[in-house]
């Protein structure tokens, strides 16, 4: 199974990409070499993907990276017992010349590999649907042979 996370925001690599392209386009008249060097990097960033990936045993993962599709990373074993699903909200807020906020909230659904006391985690994947991950954790923790659990962490005792 393979997970890619989330590249971020689609409006600021798209801007940016276009930016460079025109750029480029610019210096390949005026300074060939430079503009090709800067066509070659764009194509290399928007390549350029990462993500998570489960063994076909379901006993190791690894994190990667992928340029032109070719995978690199370390497997690893699974140190975490449980998969969950934590609910997250994501505020974004803009404000005008005057001051003026404008704010979006998306609540987010994110399956997490955790440790047996919930404080190490390792994200998944991430879903607008509540009921969408919490399927994909089921999925999940049956290929890895773990269970699912709710996020409950525990309490650290105190030391005074």
């Not at 047996?116 to 919490?134: D, G, L």
Request: net charge positive; proline share 3%; with cysteine.
């Amino acid at each position: 199974m393979i997970f890619y996370f989330p590249i971020g925001s689609i409006y600021m690599p798209v801007m940016f990409g276009f930016a460079g392209l025109v750029t480029s386009i610019a210096l390949i008249q005026t300074y060939p070499i430079w503009g090709f060097m800067l066509m070659l990097g764009l194509i290399i960033l928007f390549m350029t993907r990462s993500g998570l990936e489960l063994s076909s045993d379901g006993k190791s993962f690894r994190l990667f990276r992928s340029i032109f599709g070719l995978k690199y990373g370390k497997w690893q074993q699974i140190p975490f017992t449980v998969v969950s699903v934590l609910s997250k909200s994501y505020t974004e807020s803009f404000y005008s010349r005057t001051n003026r906020s404008i704010s979006d909230s998306n609540l987010k659904h994110e399956v997490y590999f955790l440790s047996s006391n919930h404080r190490n985690k390792q994200f998944i994947c991430s879903f607008q649907n509540s009921n969408s991950a919490v399927e994909k954790a089921k999925e999940i923790a049956s290929f890895c042979h773990l269970k699912t659990e709710k996020y409950n962490p525990k309490r650290i005792s105190s030391r005074r």
